[in-house]
């Protein structure tokens, strides 16, 4: 089985004592790959890290809206790492995870949304897709994104379970990825949700160490659970596991440009 978890944070502290033992386990569990996905630019250089320690890892590389720094110059001066990182390792794929969240943080919107668009350029030169967060922030982060256009398009990773949001991106062009928050007995609208995204657009992530799937919910989230999305998918599409496997990594590998 085939099984690719396309966002991950196995660069984060929560795996400092035990990340060799956990990534050799998420091989055996059937993952065949998995992104680490930076939002710094230290976590960043260590998902690249990660991905040049094991065949089957990638990165992405970014700055999210949750660490955009308190001194502006700083933000600018991170962006320009976050470059020269991208530019100089073969395994970062992306720019990510980048975006806008509205709930953690209000009184910074404004350059949340310039960050967001000095990435999307970024992403731009480099040739590479972008990887998405947006929490209680649609209609300012696909306005963004028809005012900048992405070249290579991207994903909306952990994607919130919203009609609008997801009509919007797939008429972008973009790719929505599930995590745990559809196998939440609470998530009443999952069902429907997973129904509005075409097979081709599809991808299946656990943002590890966070949101473990049901039925490990609240313990530390590893790729390993990645299955538990991918079974509660194919139950609703009516698919086998494996076909749903196939089709997520396909899709993974397609927006990635990972050569097969």
């Keep these: 089985m085939n099984l690719f978890d396309s966002h991950s944070h196995l660069n984060d502290e929560k795996f400092d004592e035990d990340r060799d033992k956990v990534i050799n386990e998420i091989y055996a569990s059937g993952v065949t790959n998995f992104i680490t996905a930076g939002y710094s630019v230290e976590s960043s250089r260590k998902a690249i890290q990660i991905s040049n320690n094991y065949n089957f890892s990638y990165a992405i590389v970014g700055v999210s809206p949750n660490d955009i720094p308190q001194d502006e110059n700083k933000l600018w001066k991170d962006i320009k790492e976050i470059k020269n990182l991208a530019q100089n390792n073969s395994k970062v794929l992306a720019i990510g995870e980048i975006g806008l969240d509205y709930y953690w943080n ?27 967060h947006t929490r209680d922030a649609v209609m300012d982060t696909i306005q963004i994104l028809k005012d900048n256009p992405v070249n290579n398009k991207g994903v909306f990773h952990c994607c919130p379970q919203n009609r609008e949001l997801i009509k919007e991106a797939l008429k972008l062009n973009f790719y929505i990825s599930f995590a745990g928050p559809i196998t939440f007995r609470n998530s009443k609208d999952a069902d429907e949700i997973i129904k509005l995204v ?59 440009k990972i050569m097969s």
């Design 106 to 132: 209000t009184d910074n919107k404004e350059i949340q949304k310039r960050a967001f668009i000095e990435q999307i350029k970024l992403a731009n030169e480099l040739n590479l897709p972008i990887v998405i």
């Design 198 to 256: 075409p097979n081709d657009r599809i991808l299946i992530e656990t943002d590890s160490p966070y949101l473990a799937p049901e039925p490990v919910r609240g313990t530390r989230n590893t790729p390993a659970n990645v299955r538990f999305i991918a079974e509660k998918i194919a139950s609703v599409k009516g698919l086998s596991l494996e076909e749903i496997g196939k089709i997520t990594e396909k899709n993974a590998k397609k927006i990635l």
